[in-house]
């Protein structure tokens, strides 16, 4: 399991900010497919949590 902690601010007035961010991190891999990583993007319009998903192959 990778986690990340991120912060959840309720404001009235937010400025939206389109900044990307690059980072890395140590990952030991013990399997042989892929790996599917989920990222929180927030709610949807019923309050269910939605999640940008990236699929990682294992390759050799």
């Known amino acids: 399991t990778v986690s990340a902690i991120g912060v959840l601010l309720e404001q009235d007035v937010c400025n939206e900010v389109n900044e990307e961010v690059e980072d890395s991190f140590q ?16 709610d949807d319009a019923n309050g269910d949590p939605e999640f940008l998903e990236i699929e990682v192959p294992v390759s050799d």
């Open 27 to 42: 990952f030991e891999v013990l399997y042989t497919e892929p790996y599917l990583f989920r990222f929180y993007t927030g």
